[in-house]
């Protein structure tokens, strides 16, 4: 990883390639040529740049703990005695199977739908969570307490269009899949016929799931997948199965909890009593190995990795075992990884820097919400009730979470990784009678990432992404507002999109529209809809609209009232060029240049399928072609491919 880059740079823009007819390239063409995808990655772009020298901070700081010898319970003990144990790889082709042999035995043992019903479980418990998905978070209807939400789940690809879509691609990924699962049974000690037979009934169970799963766009929709259920009335969903002996078995205290697709449970009931038992107990050893592959010797790692990295993601080489630990652990013990980081990487300084841009930020979305002329004043006032609401966490939590009571152990990484989602489940359960705690966060600090959170309606910019090019302290207020600025936008207008505008002040799922303004809004949302279905990716696969929907209101909405909150910063002072470029002009190739991305094949695909967010040419191009601010910089009149015309522009906020 080489220092972080000149803010801007026109050696790495493309000479050929006109502002007017894509601006991405015109930006980013010198780079992108000269940065192919690393063997080792799917994608290559600001994200996994600074993510990988976030790696390189930590991996000294890892070591150093394992080197150390902290006392019992303490942070330095646990994360180095994880890292240690991980990184043991004779220690783990040494114990082979045998962590997970009396989990393996039990499910052998298994002989009716009751009997997996129990191992199901306590799967739920230790991280391979087969059939369903299970969590905790505010309820949407009373977001001072907690509820849990129950979700389909139990799929070995990606989504349920792997398993519904005839052409010939989706056709050979399945066979592909279905040499993947037999080769890891075969790793159990399945002999290779019967592991076939066992992989291909496998699929056939998880083609039944997958039908009656909602898309991942449906997914998106909150009035869809928010449905309160007594638990003492969801038998009515899975008779056979016993749902609310079991969801009240799984430690859920309370009396209701929240399903997203109710048809899915029913189907899931049906599935479960017209399989033989076989094949469920193939189908629950498959999911422990998926679950714990990469904990695994190095045949059931490296299998994994042909299938879900090389095959799915396009990627080439593993990476080094020691990134493949440190994002386990970042997954296990997060908040211990997290307090290391922010020691060593996060001045004080930078806090207060972003602060101030959150606080222009929202002025910003404010006077926004004034000026559109499309709302009407009840709405208008709702939704700036709304805004002052908001809540922000920049760069770490005020306090640690608590990791007493877990035990890792300089022993096998497999049961410090079974101990370790124990304990977040049980943390988790354990905390259902508890006012909720608006002080936690959602992913640790050291995530290259960020994010808004409805039912708490908050904004959350983690350490991990205040770091050049997002955040760069060197840089001038147009840079830092065309990249970390516009992030801040993105996350403010969540609050706002398809989704989270469901969402009151107080994060209760809430209509607080009038019906003329919901109708207004999702007509302008349709021509973005309307404008990523068009944009093709490679060869006939296009660009979800409605997927990527939120997002590009997200984006669109962010660039908008960043850069209006950057012309409030600037206000009063002389609009001074550097290297060339007006304070404009650096915002907008500021924003290009973050979402500069070079992709694998299989990679683009597999996200243009399942991510919400656009391919990074759409994601940077198609805002900028819907603002005017945008063609005004940099002199495009409205004929170009980069200037939409009055009539077809999209106008949000
Ligand atoms: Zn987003």
């Known amino acids: 990883m080489s220092e972080p880059e000149r803010p801007i740079d026109t050696a790495l823009f493309d000479a050929h390639t006109a502002a007017s007819d894509d601006f991405y390239r015109h930006v980013n063409g010198g780079w992108l040529d000269a940065n192919p995808v690393p063997s080792e990655y799917g994608s290559w772009g600001a994200p996994q740049i600074v993510h990988a020298r976030n790696q390189d901070v930590l991996h000294q700081l ?63 418990r230790c991280g391979p969570g ?85 898309t991942a766009a449906q997914l998106r929709d909150v009035q869809l997948t928010m449905n309160r259920y007594a638990v003492a009335a969801l038998d009515e969903l899975m008779p056979a199965f016993g749902l609310s002996s079991y969801v009240a078995a799984l430690g859920v205290t309370s009396a209701s909890v929240s399903v997203d697709n109710p048809g899915f449970f029913r189907a899931l009931d049906d599935a479960l009593a017209g399989t033989p038992v076989e094949t469920l107990r193939d189908y629950l050893r498959w999911h422990v190995v998926k679950a714990f592959a990469s904990a695994l010797p190095s045949a059931f790692e490296n299998e994994a990795f042909d299938f879900y990295a090389r095959t799915l993601a396009g990627r080439k080489d593993m990476q080094p075992r020691w990134k493949r630990v440190l994002n386990a652990a970042s997954a296990d013990i997060g908040e211990l990884v997290a307090q290391l980081y922010v020691e060593a990487a996060f001045p004080a300084h930078a806090k207060k820097r972003c602060e101030e841009m959150v606080d222009h930020l929202l002025s910003a979305m404010g006077r926004a919400i004034r000026s559109v002329e499309w709302m009407t004043e009840a709405t208008r006032a709702e939704a700036l009730r709304k805004l002052d609401g908001f809540n922000y966490k920049i760069g770490f939590p005020d306090e640690w979470r608590d990791y007493a009571g877990l035990v890792v152990e300089r022993g096998s990484h497999v049961e410090n990784r079974m101990r370790c989602e124990a304990f977040e489940y049980a943390r988790q359960m354990g905390r259902l009678d508890e006012p909720v705690d608006r002080g936690e966060w959602a992913m640790p600090a050291h995530t290259v990432n960020a994010y808004y959170h409805p039912l708490l309606n908050e904004i959350v910019f983690p350490a991990g992404i205040l770091q050049p090019p997002f955040f760069n302290a060197e840089a001038d207020d147009a840079v830092n507002y065309g990249a970390i600025g516009a992030v801040i936008g993105h996350e403010i207008t969540h609050g706002f999109d398809d989704e989270g505008s469901h969402f009151d002040a107080d994060g209760q799922l809430r209509d607080w529209w009038t019906a003329a303004d919901r109708a207004e809004f999702m007509r302008r949302a349709q021509v973005l809809v309307d404008q990523f279905d068009e944009y093709a990716v490679v060869d006939d696969l296009h660009v979800n609209g409605r997927l990527t929907l939120g997002e590009n209101i997200a984006d669109f909405g962010g660039l908008k009232i960043a850069h209006d909150a950057l012309r409030e910063a600037l206000a009063g002072t002389a609009a001074a060029t550097i290297d060339g470029f007006s304070p404009e002009q650096r915002y907008f190739v500021s924003w290009a240049t973050v979402w500069r991305t070079s992709y694998t094949d299989e990679y683009l695909q597999l996200i243009v399928k399942t991510d919400p967010h656009s391919p990074a040419r759409a994601r940077v191009n198609e805002p900028l072609s819907n603002l005017p601010a945008f063609a005004a910089a940099f002199e495009i009149d409205g004929t170009s491919p980069m200037a939409r015309s009055e009539e077809t522009r999209a106008r949000i906020w």
């Not at 180095?80 to 989990?103: Q, R, S, T």
């Not at 499910?107 to 009997?115: G, L, P, R, T």
Request: proline share 5%.
């Open 62 to 124: 890892l070591a150093d703990a394992a080197a150390g010898t902290e006392p019992r319970g303490s942070a330095g003990q646990m994360v180095g005695d994880y890292f240690a144990a991980a990184m043991d790889e004779e220690a783990i082709a040494a114990a082979g199977l045998k962590p997970l042999e009396p989990l393996l035995a039990r499910i052998d043992a298994a002989e009716s739908v009751a009997d997996v019903r129990d191992i199901v479980r306590d799967l739920q």
């Open 130 to 214: 087969p059939l369903h998905s299970l969590g905790i978070a505010p309820d949407f209807e009373d977001p001072g307490a907690y509820l849990v939400y129950v979700g389909q789940g139990g799929l070995g690809l990606p989504e349920r269009d792997y398993y519904t879509r005839d052409d010939e691609q989706s056709a050979a990924l399945r066979r592909q899949y279905v040499a993947h699962v037999a080769n890891q049974l075969g790793n159990l000690g399945d002999a290779e016929e019967r592991a076939r037979e066992a992989a291909e009934h496998i699929l056939a169970f998880e083609t039944r799931l997958a039908e009656a799963s909602y």
